[in-house]
């Protein structure tokens, strides 16, 4: 069983920072695919960031060059940096892994956080 904890969101002032953190537990061998997704009161979950295996990211274009996604493979964490963080971001961001390879060599899908929240407010 893998277990996705995450960490890091608080309240923030426009213009500030914050880096969430998403630690995952359990029988992994490899971290594939994974993903922020954030939340707002009354919106649809969307994509916020995504990495590949290859570390390749996309982005949802409102965050380009604000945000940056990163791991750590030998700690099997995810990483959110944000920074010129605005009102608009405020919502309940979530931890996706779409993809990973389990020490038993079984690949498993789709496990999610669960969930920090994150303020920017004045």
């Known amino acids: 069983q893998v277990q996705l904890v995450e960490s890091g969101g608080g309240l923030v002032q426009p213009g500030g920072s914050l880096r969430l953190s998403c630690a995952a537990s359990g029988s992994i061998f490899r971290i594939d695919a994974a993903g922020w997704y954030r939340q707002a009161p009354g919106k649809q979950r969307e994509l916020v960031a995504a990495?590949?295996?290859?570390?390749?990211?996309n982005y949802a274009d409102s965050v380009k060059g604000r945000f940056t996604i990163s791991r750590d493979n030998a700690e099997n964490t995810l990483y959110l940096q944000m920074n010129s963080l605005k009102p608009e971001d405020t919502a309940v961001y979530y931890c996706?892994?779409?993809?990973?390879?389990?020490?038993?060599?079984?690949?498993?899908?789709?496990?999610w956080g669960q969930g920090t929240q994150v303020t920017v407010s004045s």
């Open positions: 990495i590949t295996s290859g570390d390749s990211t």
């Open positions: 996706n892994i779409r993809k990973l390879l389990t020490t038993h060599r079984s690949y498993e899908y789709d496990y």
